[in-house]
């Protein structure tokens, strides 16, 4: 299934609506490239893991958090309720409306395969 994207501007209390299974919380793109080296490591995973070609990938919504200032402002929306994310890239499963678990910067590339098959 092919990865969507939640267009700005995004309600964060909207986004548990979405009917993706998972959100992933990624860097601004900025001159043709998002602007978090770690959001860049994780990239091709994160493709390759939500775009299979098989009716059993899971389906994901990413979602920008900003330019570099917008982020590191205190006041960037997807640092409050209900994310509180403090770190990018993060990737959050959602289910029934309510996030159940998620995944941070450096383990998201050796524990993506995993989190994405639990049932948690």
């Not at 793109?29 to 070609?53: E, L, P, Q, Y």
């Not at 990938?57 to 200032?69: D, E, F, L």
């Amino acid at each position: 299934m092919p990865l969507n994207i939640a267009e700005p501007p995004v309600d964060p209390t909207a986004l548990l609506q979405r009917p993706e299974e998972f959100l992933i919380f990624y860097a601004d793109i900025v001159d043709g490239k998002m602007w978090c080296s770690d959001c860049r490591a994780v990239d091709d995973n994160i493709r390759k893991t939500f775009t299979g070609s098989d009716s059993i990938s899971p389906t994901a919504a990413i979602v920008y958090v900003g330019n570099k200032p917008n982020w590191k402002s205190l006041d960037n929306v997807f640092r409050g309720e209900p994310f509180k994310i403090t770190d990018v890239p993060t990737i959050v499963k959602i289910r029934e409306g309510k996030e159940v678990a998620r995944l941070v910067d450096q383990e998201i590339n050796s524990k993506l395969a995993d989190f994405v098959l639990s049932n948690s």
